[in-house]
C-alpha cells in the first residue's frame, strides 16, 4: 500500500491527490466467489467515496469488481485500471499480450476483454505459476525479483511471436512491481504501467468533467440508479427467504 501511495503521489499532478484505501480482508484467494464479495464492498465504498466529497473513484483491481453497477450509481468518474490500460495500450499498437499472476484468473481476463468489446486486438493471456508470498519478496529481493522478472519475460515472448505489440501485467501488483524499469520492453514490444496510465486517465476524466460537464452516459449500461435501489443497497439487509432441496 505504502509502495503504491508513493507511485501515485510521484505521478500526480499538481493539485490532485491520490488516497489508496484498501478492502478488509483482501482479495487473497483468486476465484469468482472473492471477486463478487470484493464487488460488494467496492460499490459501497464508491458510495461512500462521493458521499464524502471526494472528486473520483478508482478501482485499482485489474478485474475491476462492480465497475458497471458503480458507473450507474455515482455522478463523479469512475476509472477502472482494466478498462483504462488496456484503452491506452490500443492507442500504442494494434495488439495487446496480457499476462496474469495466476492461471485462475486467464478465464476472468477473456470475458473480461469480451465485456469490453477488445477481444479481437487481444494476442493472448498468458499467467505466471506465482505464489503470493514470493511474488510479494520480489518487491525487496533483488534475486527474487531477477527471477520473477525472468519468467515474466517468458511468458511475454511467445505472445509477441503472436502478434503482441503491447503487454499489460494484467495486475496492480506486477504493475507495481515492474514500475521500476522505464521503459521495460521485451523483444521490443512495452510493458505496460497501469497505474500510471489509470492516474492520467482519471485526471483527464475530471478535466473533462469541468470543460465539457460530462461524465457518463445515462442511456444505457449506466442509467443511474433510483435513490430507492441505492438506499436498499446501503442498508444490506439481504435475506434469502428459501431454499429448494433437490429429490434423490
Given at each position: 500500500m505504502s509502495r503504491l501511495q508513493a507511485l501515485l503521489d510521484a505521478v500526480a499532478s499538481p493539485g490532485v491527490r491520490f488516497e489508496v484505501h484498501g478492502l478488509d480482508p483482501p482479495d487473497r484467494y483468486f476465484h469468482p466467489l472473492t471477486e463478487l464479495r470484493c464487488?460488494?464492498?467496492?460499490?459501497?465504498?464508491?458510495?461512500?467515496?462521493?458521499?464524502?466529497?471526494?472528486?473520483?473513484?478508482?478501482?485499482?483491481?485489474?478485474?475491476?469488481?462492480?465497475?458497471?453497477?458503480?458507473?450507474?450509481?455515482?455522478?463523479?468518474?469512475?476509472?477502472?485500471?482494466?478498462?483504462?490500460?488496456?484503452?491506452?495500450?490500443?492507442?500504442?499498437?494494434?495488439?495487446?499480450?496480457?499476462v496474469t499472476i495466476d492461471p485462475s484468473f486467464i478465464d476472468w481476463h477473456e470475458r473480461q476483454v469480451r465485456a469490453h468489446a477488445l477481444d479481437a486486438r487481444i494476442a493472448g493471456i498468458h499467467a505466471l505459476h506465482m505464489s503470493l508470498p514470493r511474488f510479494m519478496k520480489a518487491f525487496s529481493e533483488e534475486a527474487t525479483y531477477a527471477e520473477v522478472r525472468a519468467e515474466f519475460v517468458e511468458q511475454v515472448r511467445p505472445l509477441v511471436v503472436a502478434g503482441a505489440e503491447v503487454i499489460v501485467p494484467a495486475g496492480g501488483l506486477p504493475m507495481l512491481l515492474f514500475s521500476?524499469?522505464?521503459?521495460?520492453?521485451?523483444?521490443?514490444?512495452?510493458?505496460?504501467?497501469?497505474i500510471v496510465v489509470t492516474a492520467k486517465a482519471t485526471e483527464m476524466a475530471l478535466e473533462l468533467k469541468r470543460l465539457t460537464g460530462?461524465?457518463?452516459?445515462?442511456?444505457?449500461?449506466?442509467?443511474?440508479?433510483?435513490?430507492?435501489?441505492?438506499?436498499?443497497?446501503?442498508?444490506?439487509r439481504w435475506r434469502v427467504s428459501s431454499f429448494c432441496r433437490g429429490r434423490p
Open positions: 464487488a460488494t464492498q467496492v460499490i459501497r465504498l464508491a458510495l461512500e467515496a462521493e458521499r464524502a466529497g471526494y472528486d473520483a473513484f478508482v478501482i485499482g483491481h485489474f478485474q475491476e469488481p462492480g465497475l458497471l453497477e458503480i458507473r450507474g450509481a455515482v455522478d463523479i468518474p469512475v476509472i477502472g485500471l482494466g478498462e483504462a490500460t488496456l484503452l491506452a495500450g490500443l492507442t500504442m499498437g494494434r495488439k495487446i499480450g496480457l521500476r524499469e522505464t521503459p521495460f520492453l521485451i523483444d521490443g514490444a512495452p510493458v505496460l504501467n497501469g460530462t461524465v457518463v452516459s445515462r442511456r444505457g449500461a449506466y442509467a443511474k440508479a433510483s435513490p430507492e435501489a441505492l438506499q436498499e443497497f446501503m442498508s444490506a
